[in-house]
């Protein structure tokens, strides 16, 4: 399908593209010129929605809100990463 250009330069994108892309309402489209066409790229809206409780799944347990006990948290954590791409024998 083709498209004209509007009096203001406008071009419309077509609803099958959009929803390929997930495109809508809002986002900002980055325009720029390679090998003389036009390359447009989509960037979605900064979200309003809580993060709260996203990361719920994967939390264990809870640290106590002292500053030793969020370094043995994160060095657990590093070993644990270690452990888990490396195998038990790269674990120190």
Known sequence: ????????????IEKEIRDKLGIGPGWTALQRVVEGRVEITFIPPA???SLKGVLAPYIKGSIAPTPEAWA???????????KERYGEANHE
């Not at 399908?1 to 419309?12: A, H």
């Not at 043995?72 to 270690?82: F, L, T």
């Open 47 to 49: 979200h309003n929605r």
């Open 72 to 82: 043995e948290a994160r060095e657990q954590a590093w070993a644990d990463h270690v």
């Open 1 to 12: 399908m083709s498209t004209k250009v509007g009096p203001k330069g406008q071009v419309v």
